[in-house]
């Protein structure tokens, strides 16, 4: 009877695996994706490729669909994609770092799409010095790059956080927040500083452009979802580099797309241009990996880390910047190498300038 039962047992385990592997086998391959966006002038184009059929043209061609969601708050976006809705997001290396990757969930940098070169600003009411910002309260998305960015202001002129209150405010908020009485400074980012320079009590005291290359702007996505689909990240490539290269294009059609997309993040075309003039956009992807491959991105995320775990934003308990790895293209890794969850890849852009996607 033992023996009989055993046997049974052996049957059911083999029945069962079997069962397993065959379902293992029949698992049909993920095709629908899901994408995540929000107003930015250098992320504008995702909602005018979603749109125009851009976005269906190549994921068609890679036999997938996308969906492309646009996001009022941008923070509500990286959060999403860090709980598992998404599987990819727009957001800044800095936001990579500090909210998908710092909390567990291994992330792609598929398109470093251009950097901020004015676009984000400190701006004070009837003050024209930043060093007017001292005593003051200062609204802004705290930990954001705007946190980061007056952080660098006031290194510029040797004061330090010490000498300012944050106060929390979400990018939904910041122009009304503005135009009430008690809020005299705030840094934000375009269309948000367009908007509010528009008040005459509002003057730039400091911008991105006096950090080239600090803030940079991204596609990323689940590595593991990469990994497992990497027609996924192709299409995403191709979406990009034919929206962008319309977007600059010096033709009726790119004056058209650029107006579309000024409209769509509450502009003029003037405005819009006037957006992108303060953005090193990388349209062709060679000058996308010409920035990736440099020696700037290292030292940048170096800064980056620094500032992160400065304010405890790198995980409870985080002993050091380097309890993060972040991975550069070439391999080496800042930090944890056995703790990655910050990739930047150049795969997906060289098959975009090899015209190989």
Excluded: C
């Amino acid at each position: 009877m033992q023996t009989f039962s055993k046997l049974l047992s052996i049957t059911a385990l083999t029945a069962s695996l079997a069962f397993g592997m065959a379902t293992v086998a029949m698992a049909a391959p993920k095709t629908d994706f899901k994408v995540a966006w929000s107003i930015y002038v250098g992320w504008m184009p995702w909602g005018y490729a979603a749109d125009h059929g851009i976005v269906k043209k190549w994921a068609d061609k890679y036999g997938i669909t996308i969906e492309v969601t646009q996001f009022n708050d941008y923070v509500e976006s990286m959060n999403q994609y860090t709980a598992g809705a998404f599987d990819a997001v727009t957001l800044t290396n800095m936001d990579g770092l500090s909210i998908p990757a710092a909390g567990g969930v291994d992330t792609t940098a598929v398109i470093v799409g251009d950097f901020s070169n004015g676009n984000d600003a400190v701006l004070l009411k009837d003050k024209d010095n930043l060093a007017d910002v001292k005593g003051q309260n200062v609204n802004l998305v705290e930990f954001s790059v705007s946190h980061y960015l007056l952080a660098r202001a006031l290194e510029s002129i040797q004061s330090s956080e010490q000498d300012v209150k944050v106060v929390n405010t979400s990018d939904a908020d910041m122009v009304a927040a503005y135009e009430t009485a008690d809020v005299t400074a705030v840094v934000t980012w375009n269309p948000l500083v367009e908007t509010i320079l528009k008040n005459s009590t509002a003057k730039k005291v400091f911008d991105s452009s006096q950090i080239p290359g600090e803030i940079i702007d991204l596609m990323v996505a689940n590595s593991g979802v990469l990994k497992d689909n990497p027609d996924f990240g192709k299409a995403l490539a191709g979406i990009w580099y034919e929206t962008a290269d319309l977007m600059t294009a010096d033709s009726a059609e790119g004056k058209a797309a650029r107006e579309a997309m000024g409209s769509a993040s509450g502009t003029d075309l003037k405005g819009f241009e006037a957006q992108m003039a303060a953005t090193k956009l990388f349209a062709k992807p060679a000058d996308a990996l010409a920035f990736t491959s440099s020696p700037s991105l290292p030292k940048t995320m170096d800064l980056v880390r620094s500032f992160l775990f400065e304010k405890g934003l790198l995980g409870n308990g985080a002993a050091s910047a380097d309890v993060i790895g972040i991975e550069m293209p070439d391999g080496k890794v800042l930090g944890d190498s056995a703790n990655v969850k910050l990739r930047f890849t150049e795969t997906y852009m060289k098959a975009a300038a090899d015209g190989s996607l």
